[in-house]
């Protein structure tokens, strides 16, 4: 079967990525693989048995990313004639997928992990390039032999977005955790080296600078946190300039009225990502739209209690109370008093940051449940029994 995605290592930046990486891992054991994503790799890619690399035509140089996006799908298409069926994750491999089923006469699996029309901040990255990738999407989704929701919740936006689609057709396979990979590593070293105070408790938050991420309401809700915490940001791939001077203008306010706030932009190996979460107090995912939100099962499974939006699959994952706390998020409320969610943000962080014990309680019950229900085995067996419906 042939994988298509943007996203795979080492070219890995969102929680798609991720997702295609362990999936692929485990599908393995299971199924004749083989992947096709964007790019060379790079030096470090080296070549990989069962990958193959799509770079965006040199004769688009400069053009929207929309069309550089279907020049790949066009080269992945073409790669793919003797495969027996397709799975396509995200709209910059859906029309892919979608053209490999008309050319080749073979199924065509999807897995949304987040929808355009949910989307519209994309204008401001891709211009008239989203009602590209909305088409993409929309034509892929529309005629796919099988959808994949990674949530419950997800389910519901893609039969709410897509009403001509077969609800029939619509499975729910959640995303899923490596809790070998992510568990607590007691090791301070990272810590030391970017000025963390090991005194102080920090609040910490990993994600890319995008609308959806919602990390300018973390930005605002950070101005009235316990002083005593610290603010670690690991953020980068800003959609655009406008979001990243935002972004900026925003962590320049919060360091001019507290002490102890740190961004990292670059991409830190996983094994410091895991360091970084293990020692904080409290995780914060302000997502304003989520269909899951791996980034959170990865500090379940650290033992990190969990701070975040009760948005999307997000309480599939965080058990409020339990694993962590919600904070209600309304988006048409929001865009008119923000300050309501971003006081919400603040209430709760805090309250974790005053409960040390209760904090710990939260985060051992977040790590068993992520060992107990999120395995990337069952993930991947999940998927192989929606291939075997379709290929007989």
Not at 227 to 238: E, H, I, K, S
Not at 252 to 279: A, N, S
Not at 287 to 303: D, F, H, K, R, T
Not at 346 to 357: C, K, M, Y
Request: net charge negative.
């Amino acid at each position: 079967m042939g994988l298509l995605t943007r996203e795979y290592p080492p070219d890995v930046y969102g929680g798609a990525g991720v997702h295609v990486e362990f999936l692929a891992r485990e599908l393995r054991h299971l199924a004749d693989v083989e992947v096709h994503c964007w790019g060379d790799g790079g030096d470090s890619a080296g070549v990989e048995r069962g990958v193959v690399r799509h770079p965006v035509c040199t004769g688009l140089d400069g053009a929207n990313d929309a069309l550089r996006t279907f020049s790949v799908d066009l080269a992945m298409t073409a790669a793919l004639e003797g495969r027996e069926i397709v799975h396509s994750h995200t709209w910059y491999a859906n029309l892919a997928g979608h053209l490999a089923k008309l050319l080749y006469g073979i199924p065509h699996v999807m897995t949304c992990h987040s929808l355009e029309p949910l989307r519209p901040w994309k204008a401001e990255q891709l211009g008239g390039g989203y009602a590209l990738s909305s088409w993409a999407e929309r034509s892929a989704v529309e005629s796919a032999d099988a959808v994949i929701a990674v949530s419950r919740g997800m389910r519901t936006d893609i039969l709410d977005c897509y009403p001509a689609l077969d609800p029939a057709k619509v499975r729910v396979v959640h995303n899923g955790i490596d809790t070998d990979l992510y568990r607590p590593a007691h090791g301070t070293a990272v810590l030391e080296r970017i000025g963390i105070d090991l005194e102080r408790p920090y609040v910490l938050f990993v994600g890319r600078i995008t609308r959806q991420k919602g990390v300018p309401h973390l930005l605002r809700a950070a101005r009235a946190l316990d002083p005593a915490a610290q603010l670690v940001l690991c953020a980068g791939a800003p959609d655009t300039p406008e979001i990243e001077r935002e972004f900026r203008e925003l962590v320049g306010e919060l360091e001019r009225v507290r002490d102890g706030v740190f961004w990292i932009p670059e991409m830190l190996p996983r094994p410091e990502i895991v360091q970084l979460l293990t020692h904080a107090a409290v995780f914060a995912c302000p997502s304003v739209y989520e269909p899951l939100g791996i980034v959170n099962l990865e500090a379940m499974a650290c033992g990190t209690t969990v701070v975040a939006s009760s948005v999307g699959g997000i309480p599939e994952v965080v058990d409020d109370g339990r694993t962590g706390l919600l904070v209600p998020y309304d988006a048409g409320r929001a865009q008119r008093h923000p300050e309501e969610f971003e006081d919400g943000l603040t209430e709760a962080l805090n309250r974790v940051l005053d409960e040390p014990e209760a904090a710990r309680r939260m985060g051992a019950a977040g790590r068993e449940r992520a060992v107990r229900e999120f395995g990337w085995d069952a993930v991947a067996r999940r998927t192989a029994d929606v291939y075997a419906e379709l290929v007989k």
